[in-house]
């Protein structure tokens, strides 16, 4: 049995991972900034703890979390958002003496973060992207004019990033521009802290590949599509289904994540449209729709545990592609804000498609459907569910209020 800290226990990821852990016999400690989180109520977690925000104070996060690690005799830490990431990377070497850290080694990690560079290496792998350029101000902007072809979309180099000065991180969100005054504005948001990645806007279905691997050999593979995204123009996904593997995309995943020499678990993000998939981004951490992995039969924490604690397969050794198809799970938070967004008929980019309110009354009725599972209700842990409605409740007039 391994000591485990698993962070953001708030979120449906960690609970994923703290019931899959705890059942493999592990030690499970459930750590997070936020009070009542739903993951400090499950029964499958030994322990509670809590750490600095880091968006307000990313060095005492990291700090925090080094402690914990040496008091407790961690074996292995699993950071699961990038605000926490950050400032486990920045102290990473001083982790390493304590516990394995999950993450995959730099520099394999950074080039993941890094929009650009992930776009580029994919395009000399022959991988099929968006077109694609990299401005550091809205005067650089100005000099794609000619070359774009509306809308386009407007990407920060990384979505997390250190805000110089305050030692606090700040979360920047994808925006869309309909014309040149348009883009200006949207890059002009983000110069003071990153370069922009202009992207041409693609249609189509969002498709995610998982995979586990070690040193660039695929362990495991899942994929899914997401059937509800928050904000409705494109986002993490409030409800989504696996489906079979695509062969295809899952050669490209393997593709990408090889020349990386990747070691750990990995989403590699396409859109699928008319003209064939265009790769879009490697989530390089816990993604968000893990629990839907886990409910459809591919237990992502145990075999990822597995693999720092004990080592890998031997080689030759087939990836696992086992799971259920057609399965569902929703993140029952971000559906309400996707119906509510729905309903407001707030529409913040006119010009991109957006579902009806017959859709969201829809989606409404859905929630009794027992056909459909939930990230983190279930009833053989019931009290993370009771506090995830109560956590709804609470932030669901404001939430709703700014729901795009």
């Known amino acids: 049995m391994a000591r485990i800290l698993v962070t953001d226990s708030h979120l449906g990821s960690a609970v994923a991972l703290i019931r899959s852990l705890e059942q493999r016999g592990h030690h499970v400690i459930a750590a997070v900034s936020e009070p009542d989180s739903p993951g400090a109520y499950s029964r499958h977690a030994a322990e509670t703890l809590r750490y600095p925000s880091p968006f307000e104070e990313a060095a005492a996060t990291g700090a925090a979390l080094l402690e914990i690690v040496r008091e407790r005799g961690v074996d292995l830490l699993i950071p699961v958002t990038d605000e926490v990431i950050l400032p486990i990377r920045e102290a990473r070497a001083r982790f390493a003496q304590h516990c394995i850290v999950a993450l995959a080694p730099d520099p394999a990690f950074t080039l993941a973060r890094d929009k650009p560079g992930t776009i580029e290496l994919a395009a000399s792998l022959g991988i099929p992207t968006p077109r694609t350029a990299v401005v550091a101000d809205a005067a650089a902007a100005r000099d794609l004019d000619g070359t774009l072809r509306w809308p386009v979309v407007v990407k920060p180099q990384a979505s997390r990033v250190a805000a110089a000065g305050n030692g606090s991180i700040v979360t920047l969100r994808v925006a869309y521009a309909q014309d040149m005054d348009d883009l200006e504005r949207r890059v002009a948001a983000f110069e003071a802290l990153c370069p922009s990645v202009v992207q ?24 899914h599509r997401r059937l509800r995204e928050v904000p409705i123009t494109g986002g993490a996904s409030s409800l989504r289904e696996s489906m079979p593997l695509d062969a295809d995309l899952l050669q490209l995943s393997v593709r990408l994540l090889e020349a990386l020499d990747w070691t750990g678990v990995a989403m590699v993000e396409f859109k699928v449209g008319r003209d064939g998939p265009k790769l879009m981004e490697i989530n390089g951490r816990i993604w968000g729709s893990l629990p839907l992995a886990v ?60 579902p009806r309110r017959r859709d969201a009354l829809l989606a409404g009725l859905g929630w009794l459907s027992p056909a459909d599972g939930y990230d983190i209700l279930a009833l053989r842990d019931p009290l993370p569910g009771v506090a995830e409605l109560a956590r709804i409740a609470k932030k669901l007039p404001r939430k709703v209020t700014h729901a795009e």
Request: hydrophobic letters at 45%.
């Open 200 to 223: 041409e806007y693609c249609s189509g279905a969002a498709v995610g590949v998982e995979l586990l691997m070690h040193e660039g050999r695929p362990l495991a593979a899942f994929q």
């Open 295 to 354: 409910r459809a039969g591919m237990d992502f924490p145990a075999r990822m545990a597995d693999l720092y604690l004990w080592g890998p397969p031997p080689v030759g050794t087939a990836p696992d592609t086992r799971y259920e198809i057609g399965v569902r799970s929703r993140n029952l938070e971000l559906d309400v804000l996707w119906v509510a967004s729905v309903l407001r008929r707030k529409r913040r980019y006119p010009f991109l498609p957006a």
